[in-house]
């Protein structure tokens, strides 16, 4: 089955600085990658999305790339802001947008 | 839209006794989904339903474990009997065809 490997587990960025997500897929079928982002006492939120015929895709300050080659994507998150705190997954699909699995989590701390 | 609803938000019961965890998706979603969140294990799919029929239960733990999906506006994950290492967070999803997920806010499950 897809197994999906995300790192780091944890990221500290100065308000205003980049921040990078990187995550790696074992299953060449997959072909839906969604981001979410998780805040202390909510379920996670689906925050990007990128299917297997496209190469990036940008809203505002996030934006995610596919590398299908490689088997991985990522997620960049530009001018951060304290708002941005919150633990990242990423998942992989393999049966259209069904059966995600997901990665173990970034925990994204911004400091002022 | 309210969102997808779950309930109770929290949950405590004496090991053994019989847990009942509610899920009312998104109308007109036609797929649902119960994950279960631990620090150590993640995001974990238990069981998946599409138009109100169990599709993959192979993430259910246990027979103590089971789901049902009554109707397209109601779920129920039950666990009977509960023991302590089944605490967790329950989350509940549903997704229409073509889109990501989006998760309800979790029902927060202790068992002592």
């Known amino acids: 089955g897809e197994n999906v490997e995300q790192h780091p587990s944890t990221l500290s960025v100065q308000e205003g600085d980049s921040a990078v997500i990187k995550c790696t897929y074992s299953?060449?079928?997959?072909?839906?990658f969604p981001w979410y982002k998780q805040e202390l006492g909510k379920g996670p939120q689906l925050i990007i999305d990128?299917?297997?015929?496209?190469g990036e895709k940008k809203d505002q300050r996030i934006a995610v790339t596919l590398n299908k080659t490689a088997k991985h994507f990522s997620l960049h998150i530009t001018e951060t802001q304290p708002e941005d705190s919150a633990v990242y997954f990423c998942?992989?699909?393999?049966?259209?947008?069904?059966?995600?699995?997901f990665g173990t989590g970034t925990r994204l701390l911004v400091s002022p | 839209d309210a969102g997808v609803i779950q309930s109770p938000r929290h949950e405590v019961t004496e090991m053994g006794q019989e847990v009942t965890l509610r899920c009312k998706p998104i109308?007109?979603?036609?797929?649902l989904f119960w994950y279960r969140q631990t620090m150590m294990r993640g995001l974990e799919l238990l069981i998946y339903?599409?138009?109100?029929?169990?599709?993959?239960d192979s993430g259910m733990p246990e027979d103590r474990f089971s789901a049902k999906m009554p109707n397209a506006s109601f779920s129920t994950l039950k666990i009977q009997p509960s023991e302590p290492r089944d605490s967790a967070v329950y989350f509940c999803?549903?997704?229409?065809?073509?889109?990501?997920?989006?998760f309800g806010s979790g029902t927060r499950l202790t068992v002592v």
């Open positions: 299953d060449s079928a997959s072909n839906y």
């Open positions: 990128i299917r297997s015929n496209v």
């Open positions: 999803a549903s997704s229409p065809l073509d889109y990501g997920y989006t």
């Open positions: 339903f599409n138009n109100n029929v169990p599709i993959d």
């Open positions: 998942a992989a699909s393999n049966s259209g947008f069904q059966k995600l699995v």
């Open positions: 109308s007109g979603h036609n797929s």
